[in-house]
């Protein structure tokens, strides 16, 4: 039977790669299609060939994953090309969302470090058909394993040099930093490893976006499966990459870790436009296709423009990763003649999901944990009305069962003292 989870821990001691988190991810039992099906959608079928081997490293087990090229003569691959291949895929929507931010991402990386606009980056080393299926591979098998909330441990990055496409370059390698640089990301010491890349930009750049937190060690789990992925360099040590599919301990099932954990500081990118010739229709269009493409939040505002005409403000606020998948939009399915953008940035309490057995039915619970290390506690108001019609129940009765089984779930746990917010 094929392991899930709704948590997952990635532990990667001595580094972190694309390849890596694949290979764990076929040692819990992924099945191949999982990859191979969204890879053909773009186009990929028989031009590539998955080497899984199981190998010892340093005495431990583990699955070490190589990807060979089927490609007579591979081709750098420009971001802008790459962006309208991956867009046009019969892709499920979260996984073509996921793996369009994990590219769009290293796309800005790259085109900071070398001076280039995002859309004339040319991968190499992170684009070329390895990445590809390390990007979709992983992304695809963590929603498989139905993971909703991911923990990741600070990798080493390296030190010495790296002789890549660009030449020789230093280590960390420069997108690497780059990207800890611009998402707050630890990186851990490499000072005992010896000379060498310990962490790929490509595998960070995974964590990057799919990752919810970055911890030292992990909260008080239980284990339900734990894959190996084995890296490429010979260490001084089983060089590892270790993924637990998890669960939170009986005894907190809803609060969680009493940890306290301080609101995270996200780059955001605002864009907006003034538009007066729009049917209401039009804008909520637009609206949908924004929010669809990556933006966490859209909204209007009236507005009044010259001539006294009446008019809307549409704002969207995205990752800075998406700025380009988002242009587009506001270019094809709008009348504005300019878009105005501002870098921005917030502040986010961590998150997360979870699901509460009641008498009426599972309702999930969306919880944000305080600086404090209190949990604040919501039901979820789609399920609230789902049960309500099922049942033909008040919206409010329901939420008086919902109550009554959070209150007694929560009563479970006297060492936890979360705050719930019971208001649809």
């Not at 991968?123 to 990445?131: K, R």
């Not at 964590?207 to 339900?224: E, G, H, K, S, Y």
């Not at 505002?301 to 009446?310: A, E, L, V």
Request: charged share 20%; aromatic share 4%; glycine share 8%.
């Amino acid at each position: 039977m094929t392991p899930s989870a709704s948590l997952a821990v990635v532990d990667c001691p001595t580094g972190l790669a694309g390849n890596m988190l694949l290979a764990a991810l076929f040692d819990l039992g992924l099945p191949e299609a999982v990859v191979a099906e969204p890879l053909a959608a773009l186009g990929l079928e028989g031009r590539y060939r998955l080497q899984l081997d199981e190998r010892s490293d340093g005495g431990l087990r583990g699955l070490h994953l190589a990807v060979e090229s089927l490609e007579p003569e591979p081709g750098h691959r420009h971001w802008s090309s790459l962006e309208r291949l991956i867009a046009g895929a019969p892709l499920p929507p979260l996984l073509q969302q996921q793996v369009l931010q994990v590219f769009g991402l290293l796309a800005e990386v790259e085109g900071a470090v070398h001076g280039h606009p995002p859309e004339q980056v040319h991968f190499h080393e992170v684009g070329a058909l390895d990445a590809l299926v390390d990007v979709v591979g992983v992304c695809a098998g963590l929603q498989h394993f139905g993971v909703r909330e991911l923990l990741c441990t600070p990798p080493p990055a390296g030190h010495g040099t790296v002789r890549t496409a660009h030449g020789l370059l230093p280590l960390p390698a420069p997108a690497v930093l780059e990207l800890a640089r611009r998402r707050g990301l630890p990186l851990a010491s490499s000072a005992s490893f010896p000379p060498g890349e310990l962490t790929t930009p490509t595998g960070l750049v995974l964590m990057a976006v799919l990752a919810d937190r970055f911890m030292q060690a992990p909260p008080a789990l239980i284990p339900r499966a734990v894959g190996i992925g084995l890296g490429s360099r010979a260490l001084d040590r089983p060089n590892l990459l270790r993924l637990w599919l998890a669960e939170p301990q009986p005894d907190t099932p809803l609060a969680g870790g009493s940890e306290p954990s301080a609101p995270r500081l996200e780059p955001l990118l605002q864009q907006q436009a003034q538009i007066d010739d729009a049917t209401a229709e039009d804008l909520a269009f637009l609206a949908a296709e924004l929010r669809s493409a990556g933006a966490v939040e859209v909204f209007t505002q009236p507005i009044q423009m010259k001539k006294g005409r009446p008019a809307v403000l549409l704002t969207a606020l995205a990752p800075p990763e998406r700025a380009e998948a988002l242009r587009q939009l506001w270019w094809r399915h709008s009348s504005t003649l300019g878009l105005r953008e501002q870098q921005q940035s917030r502040w986010v309490l961590q998150r997360r999901s979870l699901e509460l057995a009641t008498p009426l039915g599972t309702v999930r619970i969306k919880q944000a944990l305080l600086p404090d290390g209190r949990w604040r506690t919501k039901p979820e108001h789609d399920d609230l009305a789902a049960l309500a019609r099922q049942h033909t129940l008040g919206i409010d009765q329901v939420r008086a069962v919902v109550q009554e089984a959070l209150a007694a779930e929560l009563d479970s746990s006297p060492s936890q003292s979360p705050r719930s917010d019971h208001q649809p």
